[in-house]
């Protein structure tokens, strides 16, 4: 049994900061890719930010130059840090996870459970 626990979300004033951290744990063999996504009301969910397991990193325009992702793979856990945070930042945000559970099996997406940033004017 996988699962992805996120951590770190919260209320913060505009220009703030917070940091998310999201650890995956059970029974892994080998991660892929790992990623941020939110989901705005109103709006469709969206990838934030990704990272292969060598490091490279994507980024949605509208957070490029505030956002960085990063990960430990000694821990299973990759990191949203955000900065100079907008309102428009306000969403649920999900960790996904492309895992492999055993040797040569195929990979397979997991998701967190959602933690919630909400940015005030």
């Known amino acids: 049994q996988v699962q992805l626990v996120e951590s770190g979300g919260g209320l913060v004033q505009a220009g703030g900061s917070l940091r998310l951290s999201c650890a995956a744990s059970?029974?892994?063999?080998?991660?892929?890719?790992m990623g941020w996504y939110r989901h705005a009301p109103g709006k469709q969910r969206e990838l934030v930010a990704s990272i292969t397991s060598g490091s490279i990193t994507n980024y949605a325009d509208s957070v490029k130059g505030r956002f960085t992702i990063s990960r430990d793979n000694t821990k299973n856990t990759v990191y949203l840090q955000m900065n100079s945070l907008k309102p428009e930042d306000t969403a649920v945000y999900y960790c996904?996870?492309?895992?492999?559970?055993?040797?040569?099996?195929?990979?397979?997406?997991?998701w967190g459970q959602g933690t919630q940033v909400t940015i005030s004017s």
């Open positions: 059970g029974s892994i063999f080998s991660i892929n890719n």
């Open positions: 996904n996870a492309e895992i492999r559970v055993v040797v040569l099996a195929p990979t397979k997406n997991y």
